[in-house]
Structures are given as structure tokens and as C-alpha cells.
């Protein structure tokens, strides 16, 4: 036994052991046979490794682990089994190997691993045999010898397939690997290390740390080593080491304390090829250093931050302008120098663009070297390296006398503004007339803020001859010289408008009032007459968009009578068109600020315009809010808009009541008032002439002689009872004498024109009472 255990010791190989173990017992205990099974991996068998008188062939078999057989009995038993007659055992029968050679007794014990059961070493006789518990003492300590030679086989085994597995993986990787042992002598260097220096293997073992170094970083190579050396602690360096081409190539090298059961055994490393990296290194610092003397010779301020928004960099600009040092100025210094009013607004938009790596701009108030706050422009790009973000690289320049300029500058045109504003408010007209027969409406609607003041405009007037004149225009231009000229083209319209019948004519004069002045002047117009009584319009348009009317059975633009603008050609030739309102139909007139869009054609402004004011209801200024409102929306327009709304009311028929003032300009006006109202009730055109003639006379003579200097007013009615028409002048003055042998007639007329007169003086003024039947024509 003790012979079997020293050349366990000595390490004879592991099947020799097992056959030796095989024989040892057999002798030993004299038996016939003798045998040592393995578990297989998974434990469903039993392979004979080795025995004693066994027959050929039988020796890498395979036995069952039945356990109601004495093999697979025994490996779930701790302790020896002993048959000493299969003949009367009843726990177990034998296995296949023992019944083919008739074994009668048998001893048989376990053989254990440190991890966990490996077989089992049994012998066996074919004649009965009494195993004492000495024999099965001895066959166990044979069992405990194979159980750690079994260990030590096993260790010995994994050991070389860590070593082959470490070579093999220390020879693949791209990293130059290196092994010393506890006292720093290296054991081991890779196919890396060896193909990079050209060296051999014997060349770089031993005492050779360093050997391969740069001379003029040896020193320093070592004396890093010697002192993570002596500290069992990381070691890392950069250094140039030889290469194969005779040459140094700049490497990494990092080397980690080796520890064995508390121990240390040495040091594993790693070499890593940074010759690319430092080179780049170099460059990106002369690079920095180039961006640091260009940074600090531009007449700009220049900064830099990295990904955190801490400031990195600063050029000599910055700290020339601000007065600060470089210290101040790195790190988290963001509301350093900007005004405190300022200064969280100025923070958190920077932190909000940093949080996303989004472009900076920003323009705030820096204190300078003097202690002023002064104005700056600065900006922020963002930079990335491999899509990942790396901080800002920013400018700031200084803009103190610009703002100043601009302050001024809006001052001066919101000056502007409101003059032109102003003006051009002060040339409209301050109220619409009333004009009998027609309803009428206008809004006018300035640009938004920002924008200047334009030229647009509208004006109504009624005409000698009772017909109404409707003008909508607009400036080319902006600010005061286009309220200006508007103001000009406004009054020159009126004139014309006076004296011409033919819109084209009007603007024909128009136009060559414009092309003989100095300045250059262009404008569009639209100028259209309209008759209250029977509804027709007579229009011409210079460049400007059409009229649109609005009637029972929808809306639809005034097409024709279109020529240029205003002073856009001498000479300018102007059309007419006309057309007829239904009864109760609306005009709409309009500028271009209304309709005309950046973003959209102007056919679909002009249908736009149109569904909105056909949807609209009620009165003329809900129609004009309504058109803004739904053209518009909640935005204001980039250019003036000017609006007029005009419907022709239905003539009174039944009775008419008329205040005016006391002065010859108002006769005109009552005799087509007059003439409107009696041709809606009836009278032809002989009556009406007659009718309105003898009314007239009694209103002059109420002005006349009622009345001295003063503002004074007198009253007409007139009304018809069935075909009777009633009507009277009122005036609350007193009568004067007559002036003049020639005077006085106009009583007698009256009497001859009317069926019946009468004159009554009253305490508040003087009452002349007409009647007239129709039918019958008077002689004058």
C-alpha cells in the first residue's frame, strides 16, 4: 500500500496507477479478479478502466448502474459492500461482467473526488470467500489513493488547458502581452510582442524589462515600474518601443498584480500601438495651439465649451473687452459680466439649447472693461465628433451702437407712423355723408405694427345730376409720401368726379394730372357711379381689384372696365363698364390689403372674399365686420385695407320728411329727393317737375326771407292720401319785407301750380300748406 501511494506521489500516469491498483488489490486480498470502473459523464454507466484477470474485451466496457445490481448498488452506498454469497444475497444481484464469470463473493467500495463520485475498485472470486473488515479497510485506502491521484490528474489537466487556452488567446490578440514572475523577471511574452519587436523568445525573457524602450524614455519607464513594483499596484505607461523596422512606435502599457491563494506572483500586461493616436494627439495640440493665435487675433470675441456647457476656452478679444482674466472665465461662468436684468433669461436659453445641442443666438447687455453695459450679438454652434456632441464653439461681437441706432431709427418711424397715420386718417373722411337712398358703410383697417403707413383711401359724394360717386384707391408706396399723394389723388378725384359724367374720363384726367408732376407717383383706382334709382353702376378700374356684389341669389364680382394703374403710362386709355343691381343688392368695394396674399393665389383670396361676404347678414357694418373678420381672422394685415359697403334703399313712396339747413346749396338736394319720392309714387314726369318746382319755390323763399346770418334750419314733408299729395314747408323765423319792385312772384306761382295753398304765420315760424291731386297737368 504505502509503495502504491509513493508513486501516486511521484506522479506515475494516472492508467498505469489504476492497473497497478488493480493488481495490488487482487494480490492482496487473492482473488481471482479484480477491476476499476469511471462513471461516464452522464451518469448512466460504468466503463472498466483497468482489472486483474479479466478476459479480453472486457476492458473499456460499459456496466449498468442499476442499483439492484452490485455495481450501481455501490455508488449509492458511503462505505464498502461485501457479498459474500450471491447465492443468499437479497439487496442486489450481480452484474452482467460477474455473472458470465460465475463470481460467487465480492468487495467493492467507491471511489470519490474532491467533485464528487468518480467509480469504484471491487474484486471478486469464484469460490466463496469471507472479506474481513480489514480487507475492506485496505481495498479503501486503495480507492482514497486513485481518488486523489484522480484530483491531481484532473488539476494537472486543467492547468494545460488554461495555459494552452491563455497561449492561445495571448497569441490572437491584437495586444502586445507580457508575464513576470514574483521577482519581476518576465516569463512570457506573446506572438504579438515578438512579431512587433522582431525579437525572439529568449531575447525577452528574464531580466529584460525595459530593454526595448527609447533610450530617452527608459528611465522614466522604469522608474514608474519599480515603484508600482514595489507597491503591487497598476502600472501604466506611455513610451516608444522598438520596432521591427528599426524604428520606435509610441505604445500603451498597462500591467495588473498577479495574486495566487493571497500571494503574489507577478505581474500580466499589455502593450497597445497609440503611435496613430499620439500622432493625432500632436497635431490636434498644434491645431488648438494655431486656433488659439488665430482666436486671439480676430476682432471678434471667441469661446468655447464642452458637452456639460462649462466654459473652455476664451480668446484674448473676451478678456481685452470684458476686463475679466482667463481663470474667471473657465468653468461654470455663464452670468458672469451679463446684466443682472438679463442675466436668468440669458442662463436658461443657453441651458435649454444645450440640453437639446441646438444652435445659440442670443443679443444682451455685457459689462465691459469701463464698467458699461453694452450690447452683444452672441451665437453658438454646436459641435459633434461621431454624431456624439462635444460642447459650443461661440462669437460675440459687440452691437452697442447699432441698438442705439435702431432705438433711434424706431423711434423715428414710429414717429413717422403716426404722422402718416395721422395724415392719412385726417384725408379720410371723418364721416360718410348721408346721401338719401342709400345706406352706406366703410372701415379702414391700418397695417400691423411694423409695417408703414400706406396710400389706401375711399370717398363717396353725390353728383348735380343725383347720381352717387363711390371711390375706392391705393397708393403705391408706404409712409408719409403715400398718405401724402393720397390725400392729392383724393381731391383730384372729387374734382373730376364733379365735373366729368364718364369714369373713364375722370381717371383719364386723373392719370395726366399724375404723369405732369415731377415726382413718380402710380396708384390704383376704382371709380364707379351709381343711379339710386334704377340701380345701374357705370365703372372703370385702374389696375384695382373688381367690385363685388352681393344679392339675393349669391355674389359675384364686377368683371370689365379694367385698365392700368395710375401714372403708369401718358397716355393712359380707360374703359367703362356697366351693369345693374338687383333690388336689394349690396356693393362691396375694397384695396388689395383685403385679399392679396404671399402665400396664396389671388383667385382664391377673391373666393375666399366672396363666400365670406355672401354668408354675411343683417346691416352694412355687420357686413364690413363680418368681411374682416372672416378674411382676415385673428391676424393683422401686412398692408392697409380700406372697405366700402354701399345699398341702394327703396324709395319711400308714401311720405318723406326732410331737415335741412337754411341756405341755397341744400335746393339741389331736395329737388332729387323730391323727385325720387314722386316718381315712386306715381307722378309722371310733367307732375313731378310742376311738384317739385312749387315745394322748392316755398323752401327758397323760407331761406330768403325767414332767416338772417346764422345757422338755421327749415323742415319739408310731403305725403299722399290715395292720389292726393299733401305737402308742407315749415320755417321757425320771421318774415322780412320783400326787397325790390321785381320781387315776390314766387307765391303766385305756387298758387298756380297746386290745387290748393296755404300760408299761416305761427308763433315758431311760418307754415306754407300745398295740396295737389295727380292726374290733372297745371299750367304754369
Given at each position: 500500500?504505502?509503495?502504491?501511494?509513493?508513486?501516486?506521489?511521484?506522479?506515475?500516469?494516472?492508467?498505469?496507477?489504476?492497473?497497478?491498483?488493480?493488481?495490488?488489490?487482487?494480490?492482496?486480498?487473492?482473488?481471482?479478479?479484480?477491476?476499476?470502473?469511471?462513471?461516464?459523464?452522464?451518469?448512466?454507466?460504468?466503463?472498466?478502466?483497468?482489472?486483474?484477470?479479466?478476459?479480453?474485451?472486457?476492458?473499456?466496457?460499459?456496466?449498468?448502474?442499476?442499483?439492484?445490481?452490485?455495481?450501481?448498488?455501490?455508488?449509492?452506498?458511503?462505505?464498502?459492500?461485501?457479498?459474500?454469497?450471491?447465492?443468499?444475497?437479497?439487496?442486489?444481484?450481480?452484474?452482467?461482467?460477474?455473472?458470465?464469470?460465475?463470481?460467487?463473493?465480492?468487495?467493492?467500495?467507491?471511489?470519490?473526488?474532491?467533485?464528487?463520485?468518480?467509480?469504484?475498485?471491487?474484486?471478486?472470486?469464484?469460490?466463496?470467500?469471507?472479506?474481513?473488515?480489514?480487507?475492506?479497510?485496505?481495498?479503501?485506502?486503495?480507492?482514497?489513493?486513485?481518488?486523489?491521484?484522480?484530483?491531481?490528474?484532473?488539476?494537472?489537466?486543467?492547468?494545460?488547458?488554461?495555459?494552452?487556452?491563455?497561449?492561445?488567446?495571448?497569441?490572437?490578440?491584437?495586444?502586445?502581452?507580457?508575464?513576470?514572475?514574483?521577482?519581476?523577471?518576465?516569463?512570457?511574452?506573446?506572438?504579438?510582442?515578438?512579431?512587433?519587436?522582431?525579437?525572439?523568445?529568449?531575447?525577452?525573457?528574464?531580466?529584460?524589462?525595459?530593454?526595448?524602450?527609447?533610450?530617452?524614455?527608459?528611465?522614466?519607464?522604469?522608474?514608474?515600474?519599480?515603484?508600482?513594483?514595489?507597491?503591487?499596484?497598476?502600472?501604466?505607461?506611455?513610451?516608444?518601443?522598438?520596432?521591427?523596422?528599426?524604428?520606435?512606435?509610441?505604445?500603451?502599457?498597462?500591467?495588473?498584480?498577479?495574486?495566487?491563494?493571497?500571494?503574489?506572483?507577478?505581474?500580466?500586461?499589455?502593450?497597445?500601438?497609440?503611435?496613430?493616436?499620439?500622432?493625432?494627439?500632436?497635431?490636434?495640440?498644434?491645431?488648438?495651439?494655431?486656433?488659439?493665435?488665430?482666436?486671439?487675433?480676430?476682432?471678434?470675441?471667441?469661446?468655447?465649451?464642452?458637452?456639460?456647457?462649462?466654459?473652455?476656452?476664451?480668446?484674448?478679444?473676451?478678456?481685452?473687452?470684458?476686463?475679466?482674466?482667463?481663470?474667471?472665465?473657465?468653468?461654470?461662468?455663464?452670468?458672469?459680466?451679463?446684466?443682472?436684468?438679463?442675466?436668468?433669461?440669458?442662463?436658461?436659453?443657453?441651458?435649454?439649447?444645450?440640453?437639446?445641442?441646438?444652435?445659440?443666438?442670443?443679443?444682451?447687455?455685457?459689462?465691459?472693461?469701463?464698467?458699461?453695459?453694452?450690447w452683444v450679438s452672441e451665437r453658438g454652434v454646436p459641435r459633434y465628433e461621431e454624431g456624439r456632441f462635444i460642447g459650443y464653439v461661440g462669437t460675440a461681437v459687440d452691437i452697442h451702437e447699432r441698438r442705439l441706432m435702431e432705438a433711434q431709427q424706431r423711434e423715428l418711424y414710429e414717429r413717422?407712423?403716426?404722422?402718416?397715420?395721422?395724415?392719412?386718417?385726417?384725408?379720410?373722411?371723418?364721416?360718410?355723408?348721408?346721401?338719401?337712398?342709400?345706406?352706406?358703410?366703410?372701415?379702414?383697417?391700418?397695417?400691423?405694427?411694423?409695417?408703414?403707413?400706406?396710400?389706401?383711401w375711399y370717398d363717396a359724394l353725390e353728383r348735380p345730376d343725383g347720381k352717387v360717386v363711390l371711390v375706392v384707391g391705393d397708393v403705391v408706396g408706404h409712409g408719409l409720401r403715400a398718405a401724402a399723394a393720397m390725400g392729392q389723388l383724393r381731391n383730384a378725384v372729387r374734382a373730376y368726379g364733379?365735373?366729368?359724367?364718364?369714369?373713364?374720363?375722370?381717371?383719364?384726367?386723373?392719370?395726366?394730372?399724375?404723369?405732369?408732376?415731377?415726382?413718380?407717383?402710380?396708384?390704383?383706382?376704382?371709380?364707379?357711379?351709381?343711379?339710386?334709382?334704377?340701380?345701374?353702376?357705370?365703372?372703370?378700374?385702374?389696375?384695382?381689384?373688381?367690385?363685388?356684389?352681393?344679392?339675393?341669389?349669391?355674389?359675384?364680382?364686377?368683371?370689365?372696365?379694367?385698365?392700368?394703374?395710375?401714372?403708369?403710362?401718358?397716355?393712359?386709355?380707360?374703359?367703362?363698364?356697366?351693369?345693374?343691381?338687383?333690388?336689394?343688392?349690396?356693393?362691396?368695394?375694397?384695396?388689395?390689403?383685403?385679399?392679396?396674399?404671399?402665400?396664396?393665389?389671388?383667385?382664391?383670396?377673391?373666393?375666399?372674399?366672396?363666400?365670406?361676404?355672401?354668408?354675411?347678414?343683417?346691416?352694412?357694418?355687420?357686413?364690413?365686420?363680418?368681411?374682416?373678420?372672416?378674411?382676415?381672422?385673428?391676424?393683422?394685415?401686412?398692408?392697409?385695407?380700406?372697405?366700402?359697403?354701399?345699398?341702394?334703399?327703396?324709395?319711400?313712396?308714401?311720405?318723406?320728411?326732410?331737415?335741412?339747413?337754411?341756405?341755397?346749396e341744400s335746393l339741389p338736394g331736395l329737388r332729387r329727393r323730391l323727385s325720387r319720392f314722386l316718381h315712386a309714387a306715381g307722378a309722371d314726369d310733367i307732375e313731378t317737375y310742376e311738384i317739385t318746382l312749387t315745394i322748392c319755390e316755398a323752401a327758397g323763399n323760407a331761406i330768403e326771407h325767414?332767416?338772417?346770418?346764422?345757422?338755421?334750419?327749415?323742415?319739408?314733408?310731403?305725403?299722399?292720401?290715395?292720389?292726393?299729395?299733401?305737402?308742407?314747408?315749415?320755417?321757425?323765423?320771421?318774415?322780412?319785407?320783400?326787397?325790390?319792385?321785381?320781387?315776390?312772384?314766387?307765391?303766385?306761382?305756387?298758387?298756380?301750380?297746386?290745387?290748393?295753398?296755404?300760408?299761416?304765420?305761427?308763433?315758431?315760424?311760418?307754415?306754407?300748406?300745398?295740396?295737389?291731386?295727380?292726374?290733372?297737368?297745371?299750367?304754369?
Open positions: 500500500m504505502a509503495e502504491l501511494g509513493q508513486r501516486a506521489l511521484a506522479g506515475l500516469d494516472l492508467d498505469r496507477l489504476v492497473a497497478e491498483a488493480a493488481e495490488t488489490a487482487a494480490r492482496e486480498l487473492g482473488t481471482e479478479f479484480a477491476s476499476v470502473v469511471e462513471l461516464t459523464g452522464d451518469g448512466l454507466g460504468l466503463v472498466v478502466l483497468a482489472g486483474h484477470g479479466l478476459p479480453d474485451g472486457v476492458v473499456g466496457g460499459v456496466l449498468s448502474t442499476r442499483p439492484d445490481e452490485l455495481p450501481g448498488f455501490t455508488l449509492a452506498r458511503e462505505g464498502p459492500v461485501i457479498v459474500d454469497d450471491f447465492r443468499t444475497e437479497t439487496r442486489f444481484g450481480p452484474s452482467s461482467l460477474q455473472r458470465d464469470l460465475g463470481v460467487v463473493s465480492a468487495l467493492v467500495v467507491s471511489i470519490r473526488a474532491s467533485r464528487g463520485q468518480f467509480g469504484g475498485i471491487g474484486v471478486h472470486s469464484r469460490t466463496p470467500q469471507h472479506f474481513s473488515p480489514d480487507d475492506a479497510h485496505f481495498l479503501q485506502a486503495v480507492a482514497n489513493v486513485l481518488g486523489a491521484a484522480v484530483e491531481r490528474a484532473r488539476h494537472e489537466e486543467e492547468v494545460r488547458d488554461s495555459e494552452a487556452r491563455f497561449r492561445e488567446l495571448a497569441d490572437t490578440t491584437p495586444a502586445l502581452m507580457w508575464m513576470t514572475d514574483a521577482e519581476g523577471d518576465v516569463t512570457f511574452v506573446n506572438e504579438g510582442w515578438l512579431r512587433f519587436t522582431g525579437r525572439s523568445v529568449p531575447d525577452d525573457l528574464g531580466d529584460s524589462f525595459g530593454s526595448s524602450a527609447h533610450p530617452d524614455d527608459r528611465d522614466d519607464l522604469m522608474t514608474r515600474w519599480r515603484v508600482a513594483f514595489e507597491r503591487r499596484t497598476e502600472f501604466r505607461f506611455e513610451y516608444r518601443l522598438r520596432h521591427r523596422d528599426g524604428g520606435h512606435r509610441w505604445v500603451l502599457e498597462i500591467g495588473t498584480p498577479r495574486f495566487a491563494g493571497g500571494e503574489f506572483v507577478g505581474y500580466v500586461g499589455t502593450a497597445t500601438d497609440i503611435h496613430e493616436r499620439k500622432g493625432m494627439e500632436d497635431a490636434l495640440r498644434r491645431s488648438e495651439a494655431s486656433f488659439r493665435d488665430l482666436a486671439d487675433s480676430v476682432p471678434v470675441m471667441i469661446w468655447t465649451t464642452d458637452e456639460r456647457g462649462s466654459v473652455t476656452f476664451v480668446n484674448a478679444g473676451w478678456l481685452t473687452y470684458t476686463g475679466t482674466t482667463l481663470e474667471d472665465e473657465l468653468g461654470e461662468s455663464w452670468a458672469l459680466g451679463i446684466h443682472p436684468d438679463e442675466a436668468e433669461a440669458v442662463v436658461g436659453d443657453f441651458e435649454r439649447a444645450l440640453l437639446q445641442g441646438a444652435l445659440w443666438e442670443r443679443e444682451y447687455r455685457l459689462r465691459s472693461h469701463t464698467g458699461e453695459y453694452r413717422e407712423h403716426t404722422i402718416a397715420e395721422t395724415l392719412q386718417r385726417s384725408l379720410l373722411p371723418e364721416r360718410l355723408p348721408r346721401i338719401e337712398g342709400l345706406e352706406i358703410a366703410a372701415r379702414y383697417l391700418p397695417a400691423s405694427e411694423g409695417a408703414a403707413i400706406g396710400g389706401d364733379v365735373a366729368e359724367t364718364s369714369p373713364a374720363e375722370v381717371l383719364t384726367r386723373v392719370n395726366r394730372l399724375v404723369m405732369s408732376g415731377e415726382e413718380d407717383l402710380m396708384a390704383t383706382i376704382l371709380y364707379l357711379v351709381l343711379d339710386r334709382e334704377t340701380g345701374d353702376v357705370c365703372f372703370a378700374s385702374a389696375g384695382h381689384p373688381p367690385p363685388l356684389v352681393l344679392a339675393a341669389d349669391g355674389a359675384h364680382f364686377l368683371e370689365g372696365g379694367r385698365a392700368v394703374p395710375i401714372g403708369a403710362v401718358e397716355p393712359g386709355t380707360f374703359r367703362e363698364a356697366g351693369a345693374t343691381l338687383p333690388a336689394g343688392a349690396s356693393l362691396l368695394l375694397y384695396t388689395d390689403g383685403l385679399v392679396e396674399r404671399r402665400d396664396e393665389p389671388l383667385e382664391r383670396s377673391l373666393d375666399g372674399l366672396a363666400a365670406t361676404a355672401g354668408r354675411a347678414e343683417g346691416g352694412l357694418e355687420g357686413l364690413c365686420d363680418a368681411v374682416l373678420s372672416g378674411v382676415l381672422g385673428q391676424r393683422m394685415p401686412s398692408d392697409d385695407v380700406a372697405l366700402l359697403a354701399v345699398r341702394p334703399r327703396p324709395v319711400a313712396h308714401e311720405s318723406v320728411h326732410f331737415t335741412l339747413p337754411a341756405e341755397p325767414a332767416y338772417g346770418p346764422g345757422d338755421a334750419t327749415f323742415d319739408v314733408e310731403a305725403s299722399f292720401d290715395s292720389d292726393e299729395l299733401t305737402a308742407t314747408v315749415t320755417d321757425r323765423g320771421h318774415w322780412r319785407e320783400r326787397r325790390g319792385a321785381h320781387r315776390g312772384r314766387g307765391l303766385s306761382i305756387i298758387e298756380g301750380l297746386m290745387d290748393q295753398v296755404e300760408v299761416s304765420r305761427e308763433q315758431g315760424g311760418t307754415v306754407v300748406r300745398m295740396r295737389r291731386r295727380l292726374g290733372g297737368t297745371q299750367a304754369a
